[in-house]
């Protein structure tokens, strides 16, 4: 059984900062590609960012040079660190891992996901 679990969510005023976590943990034999995928009220959930297990990384527009995604291979941890916040960053915010288990398919897994407020 693989988990993510995220944390690092909360309130924040515009133009602040965030910094969120997902760690993986179960029977893991590899993590491929790590990512963040956000939805708001009303809308579809999109992503945001994502990783592969070399490092090479992938942004939406709209928050390019203010998110930075990392991950720790030997932690199975991805963060993204968001900077200059703005209120339409308002959402859910869900860790998704393309996940190889000890003894099972190829998968992919999502957190429960964390509450991000950004206020005007």
């Known amino acids: 059984q693989v988990q993510l679990v995220e944390s690092g969510g909360g309130l924040v005023q515009a133009g602040g900062s965030l910094r969120l976590s997902c760690a993986a943990s179960g029977s893991i034999f590899m993590i491929n590609a790590m990512g963040w995928y956000r939805q708001a009220p009303g809308k579809q959930r999109e992503l945001v960012a994502d990783?592969?297990?070399?490092?090479?990384?992938n942004y939406a527009d709209s928050v390019k040079g203010r998110f930075t995604v990392c991950r720790d291979n030997a932690k199975n941890t991805v963060y993204v660190q968001m900077n200059s916040l703005k209120p339409e960053d308002t959402g859910v915010y869900y860790c998704?891992?393309?996940?190889?288990?000890?003894?099972?398919?190829?998968?992919?897994?999502w957190g429960q996901g964390t509450q991000v407020t950004v206020s005007s």
């Open positions: 998704n891992a393309d996940v190889v288990p000890m003894r099972s398919s190829r998968n992919y897994y």
């Open positions: 990783i592969t297990r070399s490092g090479s990384t």
